[in-house]
Nanobody, 123 residues
Framework: QVQLVESGGGLVQAGGSLRLSCAAS????????VGWFRQAPGKEREFVAG????????YYTDSVKGRFTISRDNAKNTVYLQMNSPQLEDTAVYYC????????????????WGQGTQVTVSS
């Protein structure tokens, strides 16, 4: 059974830091692009960051560039999202998902999804 499990969410002060993890079981992440998405209440799910199979390449939505870093440890079958200097507008449920291709920002291009982890940024 393919399963992605996000963890590491919680309450964080604006300007602090938080690291999210996405662990896979029943699926080898090393052959896939992995993306992080987020969804705030009343809003559509939006792309945050993506990383290539080897981890050499990554891409971000403009609003998180310079603050968030996506990384992966294929030996641990885990992908991370380091969130530095989070802002109030970063509050959302964060999801990880997999894709066979690289570079897409469209949720429909990602197949397996986790259940999400809540990130709440306070002032």
């Amino acid at each position: 059974q393919v399963q992605l499990v996000e963890s590491g969410g919680g309450l964080v002060q604006a300007g602090g830091s938080l690291r999210l993890s996405c662990a896979a079981s029943g699926l080898t992440l090393s052959g896939l692009t992995v993306g992080w998405f987020r969804q705030a209440p009343g809003k559509e799910r939006e792309f945050v960051a993506g990383i290539s199979r080897t981890g050499v390449l990554s891409y971000y939505t403009d609003s998180v560039k310079g603050r968030f870093t996506i990384s992966r440890d294929n030996a641990k079958n885990t992908v991370y999202l380091q969130m530095n200097s989070p802002q109030l507008e970063d509050t959302a449920v964060y999801y990880c998902a997999t894709s066979r291709g690289y570079g897409s920002r469209t949720p429909a291009d990602f197949t397996s999804w986790g259940q999400g982890t809540q990130v709440t940024v306070s002032s």
